[in-house]
């Protein structure tokens, strides 16, 4: 198959049916579909075909590789540096057929092979600078679209290659064709949001640009248009609040000039430009409420003339929907079935959706107007046929929920009707766990109520608790609608099934979030929950769900507390084992999970200590690459100090421990160690007492770090101050080789003699 990437046609180059095309839609369907297989092969091709004289083959050799890179992403991962190497040699071959699939694979790399692809930006950026650069404009154009994926997710790391890119940028905004410059306007949108407040020095320059794009009104300049009202939104992000307030009249008034003009997508990108516009300025965007809810309801109510295969049976179907609230217009008409189009019209009530959604967050109790229509039209929408509106739609309940309980708390029947909204919201969320058909409106719907239950605590919760419990405990079991294979048949627990991250981890959230608004009594719930939460600990079952499993089981530990012990038998040989693991993260998440379970599983877990210990010792050691690992192995540590110190040889795992401090990384972990070493201080332990030259160098970095808390920094100034109490004579000479700002922060706890 990969050969016939390199078939000329002598048909129209458009044409489905040309050799080329349709070997890679079928490439590509395979790499989906059988990444293992498919890889290897791909990957064979390719370093023979780079090497080619024939320059279609060497085309070939790039294309089948970004074609792949969706697929056989995890793959590619392992192999990124040769990857590159036959990419970025691509990108300076002679033959523009040639750098043109480059181009193209290199923005395939940047939007599937996140976050390892940009630990390369090094070698990448400099090569996509030079083509944008290139004679041909279709390279030109490809390496435009490879710098927005690249840059989008980069953050600060884009900042040394920030001039050069918006010297090339601004100058190929105002000298290159109306497609080049849409694909420009793109990228300078992934920078901005990459460097953030960094970007303002161009800000200006970009901003009076897009003035003159936003008020263009011919057709074959609407998708500029379109593309330089999204990109104003993101500049307003980066610059903030106070730099664009001043001059946002004019870009909004500009924004709502456009929805005159009957296009689709530039509506749909105004929605996008309005949300951005609602984020940077808060309660300040009240007053453009009246211009721009409207626009964001006939974009919802449009009828998008795209219903097809509809289920008209009565029956609960595994694929249908159901009913989604006691409010029946989620459900009027049938649900439409087995459909995955895109249309413009689908687009912009996406766009209009999340729009509401934001309005209502970020202007609250303002939002009282528009409050009862925006609730209907999210209803409606929980239940429509494309995952796209409904993914928007489920994201937006929430902060509906939020403004309405700003509404409603100064009213009289106000917790009535509050409580009327969360019901409303609450009988949709359940209901989507397990009847919505897609994983990613299943996720955020569990995320909406982990999030919910933090915000409301158990008491706003308790009517929903049983059936919460019984749609996780179907999700866990994988039963739900989204679970099933296209066949409609169950999933098998042993076959290699379809894995999906999000979901799993969106699921492992909810039982942390019961058991910290419940505490102990979470213990009979988790009875329910823990047997089919351990088949995703099975050896069989990828990595990520092992590490999902350890995390979930340590937030229980910490929140439920005592009635963990129960368990210890269970997960101990669990967690030592994946304090081995190969994964960095693992290792994290099983050696937090170790510390939890000694500090609240109580005598149940003495028995482990020797084995825990052994299991942590090589995560403090040099050839432990990861600082974070290295964090939570020391707040374990702590942690078992804590509880049972008397079962601690403190003489032996002391220097062990004081040698990785201060934290690096991971802070969350800073009361738990510090709290230890400055419990062992106070109470003259003399293990502890005879490392005080490392105690002061260690307090004097944790005082002055900005990553730490007040009141951390209280507590180690309350141990300094006891050795000082004791220590007084001896400490002069500690103080004086320490760097003067380490010195004067450990002088203001220094008590007055």
């Known amino acids: 198959m990969c050969p016939l990437l390199a078939e000329s046609s002598n048909v129209d180059e458009d044409d489905d049916l040309a050799p080329d095309r349709v070997a890679a839609e079928v490439i590509d369907t395979m790499a989906l579909n059988l990444s293992k297989h498919v890889f290897p092969l791909v990957f064979e091709f390719a370093s023979l075909s780079s090497q080619n004289v024939n320059p279609k083959f060497r085309e070939a050799s790039v294309t ?376 990613e409106v299943v996720a955020q719907a569990c995320m909406s109520i982990a999030d919910i239950i933090k915000d409301y605590g158990y008491m706003a919760l308790e009517p929903y608790m049983s059936q919460l419990v019984d749609a996780t405990l179907t999700l866990l079991r994988e039963e739900s609608a989204c679970q099933q294979l296209e066949n409609g048949s169950d999933i098998d627990d042993d076959d290699d099934t379809e894995h999906d991250e999000i979901l799993t981890d969106a699921v492992s959230d909810l039982l942390p979030a019961y058991s910290k608004s419940t505490g102990s009594h979470f213990a009979p719930i988790f009875a329910k929950l823990f047997e089919p939460l351990m088949k995703f600990a099975r050896a069989s079952r990828p990595p990520q769900d092992r590490t999902m499993v350890i995390a979930c089981l340590a937030e229980v530990a910490q929140e439920m507390g005592a009635p963990i012990a129960s368990y210890i038998d269970r997960l101990m040989s669990l967690v030592l084992k994946e304090l081995a693991s190969s994964s960095a993260t693992n290792r994290r998440n099983a050696a937090f999970c170790a510390g939890e379970l000694a500090k609240n599983g109580g005598e149940s877990t003495l028995k482990y200590y020797n084995d825990i210990l052994r299991g942590l010792y090589p995560l403090f050691g040099e050839s432990e690459p990861d600082d974070a690992v290295r964090d939570n192995a020391a707040g374990a540590v702590a942690r078992m100090i804590m509880v049972h110190p008397q079962s601690i040889p403190l003489n032996q795992v002391l220097p062990v421990f004081l040698r990785v401090l201060p934290l690096k990384e991971d802070h969350e972990e800073s009361m738990a160690v510090y709290n230890c070493v400055c419990m062992l201080v106070l109470s003259s332990n003399p293990q502890i007492l005879s490392h005080v030259p490392e105690l002061v160098n260690i307090f004097a970095q944790v005082l002055v770090s900005p990553a730490e808390t007040s009141e951390v920094n209280a507590q180690v100034g309350r141990a300094f101050s006891y050795l000082i109490s004791l220590y007084r004579q001896e400490m002069q000479p500690l103080l004086s080789n320490l760097p003067p700002a380490h010195a004067n922060a450990l002088a203001a706890f220094v008590p007055n003699s």
Do not use: W
């Open 64 to 439: 089948a590789l970004g074609v792949v890179s969706e697929g056989c992403s995890e793959l590619m991962k392992d192999k990124l540096e040769p990857v590159l190497q036959i990419v970025l040699g691509a990108l300076r071959d002679p033959e523009q057929m040639v750098r043109g699939a480059a181009s193209f694979a290199l923005g395939q790399f940047a939007e599937h092979l996140q976050p390892e692809i940009l630990s390369h930006y090094a070698s990448v950026l400099p090569c996509i600078l030079n083509a944008l650069e290139d004679v041909s404009d279709e390279v030109k154009e490809k390496s435009y679209y490879a710098l927005a994926a690249f840059c989008e997710d980069m953050g600060m790391e884009i900042l040394p290659f920030l001039d050069p890119l918006m010297g090339k940028l601004l100058a190929a905004l105002q000298n290159s064709s109306r497609n080049l410059q849409e694909t420009c306007m793109s990228a300078i949108g992934s920078v901005a949001a990459a460097a953030e407040q960094a970007f303002i020095p161009y800000a200006e320059r970009v901003l009076e640009l897009m003035k003159v794009f936003m008020v263009l009104t011919n057709d074959e300049d609407m998708r500029a248009r379109a593309r330089a009202t999204e990109l104003v939104g993101i500049v307003a992000i980066s610059v903030g609040r106070t730099r664009i307030e001043p001059i946002l009249p004019a870009f909004v008034e500009a924004a709502i000039s456009g929805f005159g003009l009957e296009f689709s997508e530039l509506r749909e990108y105004t929605h996008g430009f309005f949300s951005n516009v609602a984020e940077i300025m808060d309660d300040g965007f009240v007053k453009y409420l009246p211009h721009v809810v409207p626009l964001a309801f006939s974009s919802c109510n449009l009828d998008d003339g795209s219903a097809v295969d509809i289920d008209k049976s009565d029956d609960e179907n595994i694929n249908g929907f159901g009913e989604v609230s006691s409010d029946d217009e989620a459900h009027d008409e049938p649900r439409v079935r087995n459909i995955s189009i895109r249309t413009g019209v689908l687009d912009e009530k996406a766009a209009a959706t999340q729009a509401l959604g934001l309005f209502a967050q970020h202007t609250k109790s303002s939002f009282a107007p528009y409050l009862e229509e925006s609730l209907k039209i999210l209803v409606r929408h929980s239940g429509y046929f494309h995952e796209d509106v409904r993914l928007q739609a489920i994201i937006a309940l929430k902060y509906i929920l939020t403004a309405a309980h700003a509404i409603f708390q100064c009213q009289n029947d106000g917790s009535m009707k509050a409580k009327e909204v969360l019901d409303t919201v609450m009988n949709i969320y359940i209901k989507t766990m397990t009847e919505d058909d897609d994983k």
